[in-house]
């Protein structure tokens, strides 16, 4: 596993990348806090769908190609 400021250095590193810890989550964060670390990844790909040309429809992702 990573430590935590490795992962921030690159988020840092990473243009649009965004660093988040979950409270209450180990080494198992996705499993731990599944609500949470979903709706994260969901909020985080909705705030940036309009670089990709990706539109959300509900919770299913479409792409345009």
């Given at each position: 596993m990573s430590r935590a400021y490795?992962?921030?250095e690159v988020a840092?590193?990473?243009p649009g990348a965004?660093?988040?810890?979950?409270?209450d989550a180990g080494y198992f964060g996705?499993?731990?806090q599944q609500?949470?670390?979903n709706q994260l990844i969901?909020?985080?790909l909705a705030d940036r769908s309009?670089?990709?040309g990706v539109s959300h429809r509900?919770?299913?992702t479409v792409v345009n190609t």
């Open positions: 490795l992962c921030r840092d590193a990473v965004q660093y988040v810890e979950v409270p996705d499993l731990e609500e949470k670390v969901l909020d985080f309009w670089h990709a509900g919770r299913r």
